[in-house]
T-cell receptor, first 114, second 112 residues
């Protein structure tokens, strides 16, 4: 099976702009989660989507939003970008099974906000 | 929120030696997972241990879990230069709103 893919791999934006990142999960996986990784805060959970519904949400401001399509592909949007949004954004997919969910991560999108 | 805390933050060893990394967490969990990340790339899942398990093996990896102490350890035996990476523990918290809660990781360097 093909792994999790994320596009684009690199992005440069300026403050105030918005950005949309895309994630295609492993075929058959219906859960998609997003994480932000920065040197200062480490890996932090943004949100999880399952069957087009947001199932879990981390502690991020409303500027961070996401959605999931019927084919399980997911997008993440960040509006009004700030310098601190520069990070590696990782997407992970999984096939739900209580107590034993392995997350399969994509290569990430590296966002630089200038 | 950062629940897991890895120890040590950095570890440098010679090829062939064993590497041990520890992880502590704060709340009850469904399972604990270990991931590897090479140089700012995506994470690779290594091993998952459920809350009712105490030890698990996978190749050169051995993971232990002590839920009473809320801690886990990852042992890599006979390390290789290719094992050089950052290693993260991640907990799946019971009843939590977060999918996985990661620690800050241990940076392992294996010198040839």
């Amino acid at each position: 099976k093909a792994g999790v893919t994320q596009t684009p791999r690199y992005l440069i934006k300026t403050r105030g702009q918005q950005v949309t990142l895309s994630c295609s999960p492993i075929s058959g996986h219906r859960s998609v989660s997003w994480y932000q990784q920065t040197p200062g805060q480490g890996l932090q959970f943004l949100f999880e989507y399952f069957s087009e519904t947001q199932r879990n949400k981390g502690n991020f401001p409303g500027r961070f939003s996401g959605r999931q399509f019927s084919n399980s592909r997911s997008e993440m949007n960040v509006s009004t970008l700030e310098l601190g949004d520069s990070a590696l954004y990782l997407c992970a997919s999984s096939s739900p099974g209580h107590g034993q969910e392995t997350q399969y991560f994509g290569p990430g999108t590296r966002l630089l906000v200038l | 929120s950062q629940q897991g805390e890895e120890d040590p933050q950095a570890l440098s060893i010679q090829e062939g030696e064993n590497a041990t990394m520890n992880c502590s967490y704060k709340t009850s969990i469904n399972n604990l997972q270990w991931y590897r990340q090479n140089s700012g790339r995506g994470l690779v899942h290594l091993i998952l241990i459920r809350s009712n398990e105490r030890e698990k093996h996978s190749g050169r990896l051995r993971v232990t879990l002590d839920t009473s102490k809320k801690s886990s350890s990852l042992l890599i035996t006979a390390s290789r230069a290719a094992d050089t990476a950052s290693y993260f523990c991640a907990t799946d918290p019971q009843g939590g709103s977060e999918k996985l809660v990661f620690g800050k990781g241990t940076k392992l360097t294996v010198n040839p």
